[in-house]
């Protein structure tokens, strides 16, 4: 059983920037895909960015296109989001998934908060 455990989330201004690492306490070598999620205060979850188990193709949310990338570093089972230009409506709690085989796997979340 994978545990996935994420970091890097705080308070910052907009325009600002923040990067988020997801951690996994085993192999990530075997996940067919991994992705950031977020879901800000009543509303539901949504999918952010993702990325194929090779790390080769990505696909983003049009809200965040241009400002946040998605990547994987497999030799160190982390997958990381660069959120750059932060605004008020990035703000959420973000949260790592991967899936390996007909398995899902979800962290406990990272709070972001884009405020001035």
């Known amino acids: 059983q994978v545990q996935l455990v994420e970091s890097g989330g705080g308070l910052v201004q907009p325009g600002g920037s923040l990067r988020l690492s997801c951690a996994a306490s085993?192999?990530?070598?075997?996940?067919?895909?991994m992705a950031w999620y977020r879901q800000a205060p009543g509303k539901q979850r949504e999918s952010v960015a993702v990325i194929s188990g090779g790390g080769g193709n990505t696909d983003y949310a049009d809200s965040v296109k241009g400002r946040f990338t998605i990547s994987r570093d497999n030799a160190k089972n982390t997958m990381y989001l660069q959120m750059n230009s932060l605004k008020p409506e990035d703000s959420g709690v973000y949260y790592c998934w991967g899936l390996r085989g007909r398995a899902n796997y979800w962290g406990q979340g990272t709070q972001v908060t884009v405020s001035s």
């Open positions: 085993g192999s990530i070598v075997s996940f067919d895909g």
